[in-house]
């Protein structure tokens, strides 16, 4: 018999993240830090939307680009907010989720044999999604020195005359590093002289603590040949809703936009009448959130602190990247270790890239009585780990 598969598809690993999820879930008095999803409820308002569209009979699809209206509220939100400008009917179009909208921006983009830059450690999906599309991945490593930032001499580097588009991953899952606007300015100068693409994806935009966030395509000579990639799971604990966004030059929208009509035909009709909502009330939900991620993210720290541990503080998104190489374990070996010796699921760094060895990924999007027990069960293994050695 034939091999029913592609030879493409079996190249590629399963999510390192979903590993220790499924063994955590059927753990009894385990706590799981690996996971990042907001610990928040969808916030009524926004739920209530959703619930009276369905009353109101609103269940057939939508067009393919998504509710006239969703995009928009959404233009209006991103002009508030990040000072980036896109015409809603040409230049931006609804997706299942950020992971869709990454998906078909590289197949829309690329051809076989053009060169991806990831840097990483980084999101799971990036490099999968560059080998779908037939293209090479090429990953740049972001060090703790850097706080984990994309530098421009990094970026050079790794440049050649292959190189087609450059993902910029920040605020960063699983660092939390975030990029200010110099660094942003000086990436944005190799890309132009080099003339190759960005694909900028912005889930955590509003989840940054010291800085605003700033969006590369909002520079000079950036817009045209930037792809944004945003959603709703991270900002307004709509993980389950599935919805997410792109948006860009025409040219780039209408061809996803076509990969999106053969493969999905519109994102959920339900969702978008209750993102409606969510962009337009949404802020103060927005600000509570980020003000408890905040509070927990410090407290962490100060924990980190307290133990010994070293971890480099993040300023974005919901996650720490403390450092184990102490413990002369591979990231996987620990994380293995420490849930079955004390029942904590982490994720280990080899997760976002090989990179990654030596880190373990926690997140924090969990409860403060969650946080302070599974801290406090880390302090416990890694004080044995060093009376034993």
């Given at each position: 018999?034939?091999?029913?598969?592609?030879?493409?598809?079996?190249?590629i690993?399963?999510?390192?993240i979903?590993?220790?999820?499924d063994i955590v879930?059927e753990?009894?008095?385990?706590?799981?830090?690996?996971?990042?999803?907001p610990?928040?409820?969808?916030?009524?308002?926004?739920?209530?939307?959703g619930?009276?569209?369905?009353?109101?009979?609103?269940?057939?699809?939508t067009?393919n680009?998504?509710?006239?209206?969703?995009?928009?509220?959404?233009?209006?939100?991103?002009?508030?907010?990040?000072?980036l400008?896109?015409?809603?009917?040409?230049?931006?179009?609804?997706?299942?989720?950020?992971?869709?909208?990454?998906?078909?921006a590289m197949?829309?983009m690329?051809d076989?044999?053009?060169?991806?830059l990831?840097?990483q450690?980084?999101y799971?999906s990036?490099?999968?999604c560059?080998?779908?599309?037939h293209a090479v991945?090429?990953?740049?490593?972001?060090?703790?020195e850097?706080?984990?930032?994309l530098t421009?001499?990094?970026?050079e580097?790794?440049?050649?005359d292959?190189?087609?588009?450059?993902?910029?991953?920040f605020?960063?899952?699983p660092t939390?590093?975030?990029?200010e606007?110099?660094?942003?300015?000086?990436?944005?100068?190799v890309?132009?002289?080099h003339?190759i693409f960005?694909?900028?994806?912005?889930?955590?935009?509003e989840?940054t603590?010291t800085e605003?966030?700033?969006?590369?395509?909002?520079?000079?000579?950036?817009?045209?040949?930037?792809?944004?990639?945003?959603?709703?799971?991270?900002?307004?604990?709509?993980t389950?809703?599935?919805l997410g966004?792109?948006?860009?030059?025409?040219a780039?929208?209408?061809?996803m936009?076509k990969?999106?009509?053969f493969?999905?035909?519109?994102a959920p009709?339900?969702?978008?009448?209750?993102a409606?909502e969510?962009?337009?009330?949404?802020d103060?939900d927005?600000?509570a959130?980020?003000?408890?991620?905040?509070?927990r993210?410090r407290?962490?720290m100060?924990?980190?602190?307290?133990?010994?541990?070293?971890?480099?503080?993040p300023?974005?998104?919901?996650y720490?990247?403390?450092c184990?190489?102490e413990?002369?374990m591979?990231?996987d070996?620990?994380?293995t270790?420490l849930?079955?010796?004390?029942?904590?699921?982490?994720?280990?760094?080899?997760a976002?890239?090989?990179?990654?060895?030596?880190?373990?990924?926690?997140s924090?999007?969990y409860?403060?009585?969650a946080?302070?027990?599974?801290?406090?069960?880390i302090?416990?293994?890694i004080?044995?780990l060093r009376?034993?050695?």
């Amino acid at each position: 018999m034939r091999d029913p598969l592609s030879k493409t598809i079996t190249t590629i690993k399963p999510s390192g993240i979903r590993k220790f999820f499924d063994i955590v879930s059927e753990m009894k008095d385990a706590i799981s830090l690996g996971v990042g999803e907001p610990d928040f409820d969808t916030p009524w308002h926004i739920r209530e939307e959703g619930i009276k569209s369905l009353e109101k009979g609103k269940t057939f699809y939508t067009s393919n680009a998504g509710l006239k209206e969703l995009k928009v509220e959404l233009a209006q939100y991103l002009k508030r907010r990040f000072d980036l400008t896109y015409d809603p009917s040409k230049e931006m179009f609804i997706t299942v989720g950020g992971s869709e909208a990454i998906d078909a921006a590289m197949r829309a983009m690329l051809d076989p044999g053009d060169e991806v830059l990831i840097p990483q450690p980084s999101y799971v999906s990036y490099v999968p999604c560059a080998v779908l599309a037939h293209a090479v991945p090429v990953t740049i490593e972001l060090k703790a020195e850097d706080e984990f930032r994309l530098t421009a001499e990094a970026l050079e580097a790794a440049i050649t005359d292959k190189t087609k588009l450059l993902v910029m991953p920040f605020p960063n899952n699983p660092t939390g590093a975030i990029m200010e606007q110099k660094d942003l300015e000086a990436i944005a100068e190799v890309v132009q002289k080099h003339d190759i693409f960005v694909l900028s994806d912005e889930i955590y935009s509003e989840l940054t603590y010291t800085e605003n966030h700033v969006s590369i395509a909002s520079l000079p000579g950036m817009w045209e040949r930037t792809i944004v990639i945003n959603g709703f799971s991270k900002s307004y604990a709509m993980t389950g809703w599935r919805l997410g966004y792109a948006c860009g030059p025409e040219a780039i929208i209408t061809q996803m936009l076509k990969i999106h009509q053969f493969c999905i035909m519109c994102a959920p009709t339900t969702s978008q009448y209750a993102a409606v909502e969510a962009v337009k009330n949404g802020d103060a939900d927005v600000v509570a959130m980020r003000e408890e991620y905040n509070q927990r993210r410090r407290y962490l720290m100060h924990r980190f602190r307290q133990m010994g541990l070293e971890c480099f503080e993040p300023f974005g998104a919901f996650y720490m990247f403390p450092c184990i190489k102490e413990f002369g374990m591979t990231s996987d070996e620990f994380a293995t270790d420490l849930l079955n010796r004390k029942k904590v699921a982490v994720v280990p760094g080899t997760a976002f890239g090989d990179c990654g060895e030596g880190f373990i990924r926690i997140s924090y999007a969990y409860s403060m009585e969650a946080l302070k027990e599974a801290l406090g069960r880390i302090e416990e293994y890694i004080t044995e780990l060093r009376a034993n050695k």
